[in-house]
């Protein structure tokens, strides 16, 4: 759903721009369009492979996370899952710190976790993201806009759902699928 919404409202500055890399990049062919306003006609596009990779699978969403997913012992490699970040904002927060071998004082922990929780960093959209205009429209708060998960269970149909458990079946493996779906606290 975020994918579609970021689609949806790319600025036209954006997709022209996309149109030159693409045009002078021979790995790449097609072009980026908006989105179509419909999420679950832009769902069934992806999962069929419409709108996977612009001709060029090592820019497709399954390559991509099999590469992030076979990195993640790598020493300077740490995955977070918004999933998880949701479930304990706090935790998480502390385990990034601790990857970046950052002190924190204990006193700062409540404010540095309500700062960054999603409410707070809507209201603080142009604050927090001042270029997000030049790639959405609506900017920051296109960007930032719902913060939810799950609500793609509403959009899309059986099949397409099937089609989409098909392929994380043949492109992932059951440990980064579960990952995916559900990040590492579920």
């Not at 970021?6 to 149109?19: I, M, P, R």
């Not at 693409?22 to 069929?48: N, Q, S």
């Not at 071998?101 to 209201?123: T, Y």
Request: proline letters at 4%; one cysteine or more.
């Amino acid at each position: 759903m975020s994918f579609h919404n970021h689609k949806l409202n790319y600025t036209d500055k954006v997709l022209a721009a996309a149109e030159v890399m693409l045009a002078d990049d021979p790995d790449f062919e097609g072009r980026i369009d908006r989105a179509d306003p419909d999420p679950a006609k832009h769902f069934h596009d992806w999962i069929t492979g419409e709108e996977d990779h612009i001709g060029d699978p090592a820019c497709g969403f399954w390559h991509m996370e099999r590469s992030y997913w076979e990195a993640r012992n790598d020493p300077d490699v740490l995955l977070v899952h918004y999933a998880d970040l949701k479930k304990d904002l706090t935790g998480e927060m502390r385990r990034i710190a601790d990857f970046l071998e950052i002190e924190v004082a204990e006193n700062l922990w409540p404010e540095l976790v309500q700062a960054a929780g999603f409410d707070s960093m809507k209201e603080k959209t142009d604050e927090l993201l001042p270029t997000a205009g030049d790639l959405w429209e609506g900017g920051g708060n296109t960007f930032l806009h719902k913060g939810t998960n799950g609500r793609w269970r509403e959009t899309v149909n059986s099949e397409d759902l099937q089609a989409y458990e098909r392929k994380v079946k043949q492109e992932f493996s059951p440990e980064l699928a579960q990952w995916i779906e559900f990040g590492r606290l579920e």
